[in-house]
């Protein structure tokens, strides 16, 4: 148990001085556990079930100054998201949960928390396009999805 523990910390380390490739996401390796909330419907077994609730759900396009930040490309983790989105990830922003978290969004799948939204959004999710893809964000809209706390950062 020591041993494991020590190389997660190792891992974690080498990440926070070295960096991680973008290619890989960087959460699956450790301090991630299956959600124990609160909140919604239970699910899977006893001890480490995963919460299933109804959230609102938008979209707002990374790179585009007017939805986001004075800098549109980094999120409150302070990675690229831009970068990250344009390489194919699936990037959110939600208050409710730690950085880093996975969600499970109803008809988008799965995607990592690395960005925050305005306070007043405390409920939400906020799904991250490209710059290029304004029009995508709009006809999205506002939808209620069932959203699912997949993996929660601790």
Request: with cysteine; net charge positive.
């Amino acid at each position: 148990m020591k041993r494991t523990i020590l190389l997660v910390f190792g891992i974690i380390l080498v990440y926070l001085l070295v960096g991680y490739g973008v290619d890989e996401p960087p959460f699956r390796i450790s301090g991630i556990v299956p959600s124990i909330g609160t909140e919604g419907s239970r699910s899977g077994s006893a001890g480490g079930g995963h919460y299933r609730v109804v959230r609102e759900v938008t979209a707002y396009n990374v790179g585009v100054r007017k939805q986001t930040s004075e800098a549109p490309c980094i999120g409150a983790m302070g990675l690229d998201i831009c970068r990250l989105v344009e390489r194919g990830w699936k990037v959110c922003a939600a208050n409710f949960v730690e950085l880093g978290t996975i969600l499970k969004i109803q008809e988008h799948g799965e995607c990592y928390v690395l960005d925050r939204m305005n306070r007043r959004y405390a409920h939400r999710v906020d799904i991250a396009m490209g710059k290029d893809e304004i029009e995508r964000a709009t006809e999205f809209g506002l939808q209620k999805r069932i959203v699912e706390v997949a993996y929660q950062a601790r």
